[in-house]
C-alpha cells in the first residue's frame, strides 16, 4: 500500500502529464487545420488567378484541385504519423515513470521494513541478554532467554543474509557452486534446524531419499528456509506447516504447504517482484521485507527450476518448486 506522500506525487504527476499530453495533441490538431486552412486559400488564389477563355481552363482547374487533395492527403498521413509517435511515445513515458514511482514507494516500504526488521531481534537479543546478567535465574529461565536470543539471531542472520545474496545475485559476475548435492540432505538439515527453533510449531515432512540434483547448497538452504519462514509467520501456531519433497521420473518436486490466509489470484505473482509484499491485512501485519520470495524465485530459475503458488484447500498457500 502507497503512503498518502506517494499517491499525492503519483496524481500530482498524472494531472500535469495528461495537460502536458492535451496541449501536445492540440497544437497537432492545430497544425493540421492551419496547414489545411493554408492550403485552401492557396487553391483558390490559384483558381482565381486563371481566366476561364483559356483552352487549358478545365485541366489546370483539375490539376489545381488535384493538388489540393494531394496536400490535404498529405497533411492527414503526417498527422496520424505524428499523432501515434506522440501517444505511442507518451504510453511509454507514462508507464516508465509509473513504474519508478511505485518502485520508489516499494523501496521506501523496504527501508521503513528493513529498519524495524534490524531493530528489533537486535533490541530482543540485547534485553535477553542483560537480563541474563543482571538478575540471578534459575536454569529454565536462563534457557528460555538464551533460546530466545539465539533465535533472533538467526532470523537477523537470514535477514542479513537475503539482503546480501539479493545484491550479489543482481551482479552480472555472480557465480555459484555446480556440484551434484542430495536435496533430500539439504531439506531435512533445513526442517530439523527450524524444529529446533520453533519447538512449539508442527512441522511435518514427507522427504524422499537420495534426490540428486546439481546447484549450489548454501543457496538452497537459503530458498527453502525462506519458504518455510513465510509459512510460519502466516499460519496460525496451532497449525502445521507441511514439507514434501518427491520424484518422478523427470521431475524433482519440493511443497511447502501453509494453512494461512492464503494469497489473492491477482498477487500470486507479484509476490516474487522485489520488495513486493501482498496487501491483505494479514501480509502487511507480519514480519517481513519483501525479498525473501523475490530471491527464492531468482535461486530457483538459476538452478533451471521454477517456482508458483496455488490455492491450498479449504485455505491457505503451496508453494511449489519443480527442477
Known sequence: MSSPKQFFRFNNFSFWFWILLTYV??????????????????TTLQLQQLKKEDPAYSIRTKEIQQLKKRGTTKYVAEGITFLALILTG?????????????YAALQQNFMMAITHELKTPIATTRLSLETVLRRKL????????????????????????????????????????HEEINLADIVETVVSDYKNRFPGRTIESTIEKDTIIEGDELLLQIALSNLIDNALKYTP????????????????????????????DMEKKRI???????????TRKAKGTGLGLYLTQKIIHDHNGDIFVMDNTPHGSIFVIQF
Open 25 to 42: 495533441v492540440a497544437a497537432l490538431i492545430w497544425w493540421f487545420i492551419s496547414l489545411e486552412r493554408q492550403n485552401a486559400q492557396m
Open 90 to 102: 507518451a504510453f511509454f513515458v507514462y508507464r516508465s515513470i509509473r513504474k519508478q514511482i511505485e
Open 138 to 177: 534459575d536454569e529454565v529461565q536462563q534457557q528460555k532467554l538464551l533460546l530466545s536470543a539465539l533465535s533472533e539471531t538467526n532470523r537477523l542472520n537470514i535477514l542479513t543474509n537475503n539482503i546480501l545474496l539479493a545484491s550479489q545475485m543482481e551482479e552480472k559476475d555472480f557465480q555459484r557452486d
Open 237 to 264: 501456531k496451532s497449525s502445521p506447516v507441511y514439507i514434501d519433497l518427491s520424484e518422478e521420473p523427470d521431475t524433482i518436486e519440493l511443497k511447502v504447504t501453509d494453512l494461512g490466509p492464503g494469497i489473492p
Open 272 to 282: 516474487f517482484e522485489k520488495f513486493y509484499r501482498s496487501g491483505n491485512e494479514a
